[in-house]
T-cell receptor, first 115, second 114 residues
Framework: AQSVAQPEDQVNVAEGNPLTVKCTYSVSGNPYLFWYVQYPNRGLQFLLKYITGDNLVKGSYGFEAEFNKSQTSFHLKKPSALVSDSALYFCAVRGGYSSASKIIFGSGTRLSIRP | DSGVTQTPKHLITATGQRVTLRCSPRSGDLSVYWYQQSLDQGLQFLIQYYNGEERAKGNILERFSAQQFPDLHSELNLSSLELGDSALYFC?????????????FGAGTRLSVL
């Protein structure tokens, strides 16, 4: 069965420092991995995805994520955090052998950037 | 603006009632997804439609049903409402149904069951 875990409910970082939001997954077959961000009172917005190819994926707003197959991880990173990055971040996985597999979202990590 | 429109934005109703949530996907998107977001359950996938047909089913209760119409808009029907159904309901759309597709989310409908 597919699953995705975001082990941290909250991550606190000072502005200008690097940030990492962790995500690990379990899926049969090749995983398709996504990061979405949710700002208050808004729907989720796509940040980036890994389908195949280069393990380092670059996305919107300066975010990037590294796919690590041996550790089954897909951590979200940014070299220098901004206060405006404060939001709820969701990792999601889709995959397996069915073309109509369900997408599973992690429980979300609240990122708080202090000035 | 994602291009996905959900109505109404807020809905307040009583237990036992029935409501309908509406979603208009982005222009050109054939697939629609419904999600429920609550504090204790997180973001739960409910159901997916592609070009009018059900494509994948998630944790959708039997009291809930959905459909996608020929003009590709979708409705989520929630009946015999319970207090625990209070949540934010999101619709998302994508161009196709496959796993690689990015989903674009609407702003959600906040349902309060009193």
């Amino acid at each position: 069965a597919q699953s995705v875990a975001q082990p941290e409910d909250q991550v606190n970082v000072a502005e200008g420092n690097p940030l990492t939001v962790k995500c690990t997954y379990s899926v049969s077959g090749n995983p398709y991995l996504f990061w979405y961000v949710q700002y208050p009172n808004r729907g989720l917005q796509f940040l980036l995805k890994y389908i195949t190819g280069d393990n380092l994926v670059k996305g919107s707003y300066g975010f990037e994520a590294e796919f690590n197959k041996s550790q089954t991880s897909f951590h979200l990173k940014k070299p220098s955090a901004l206060v405006s990055d404060s939001a709820l971040y969701f990792c999601a996985v889709r995959g397996g052998y069915s073309s109509a597999s369900k997408i599973i979202f992690g429980s979300g990590t609240r990122l708080s950037i202090r000035p | 603006d994602s291009g996905v429109t959900q109505t109404p934005k807020h809905l307040i109703t009583a237990t036992g009632q029935r409501v309908t949530l509406r979603c208009s996907p982005r222009s050109g998107d054939l697939s629609v997804y419904w999600y429920q977001q609550s504090l204790d359950q997180g973001l739960q996938f409910l159901i997916q439609y592609y070009n009018g047909e059900e494509r994948a089913k998630g944790n959708i209760l039997e009291r809930f049903s959905a459909q996608q119409f020929p003009d590709l808009h979708s409705e989520l029907n929630l009946s015999s409402l319970e207090l625990g159904d209070s949540a934010l309901y999101f619709c998302a759309s994508s161009v196709e149904a496959g796993d690689k597709n990015i989903q674009y989310f609407g702003a959600g409908t906040r349902l309060s069951v009193l």
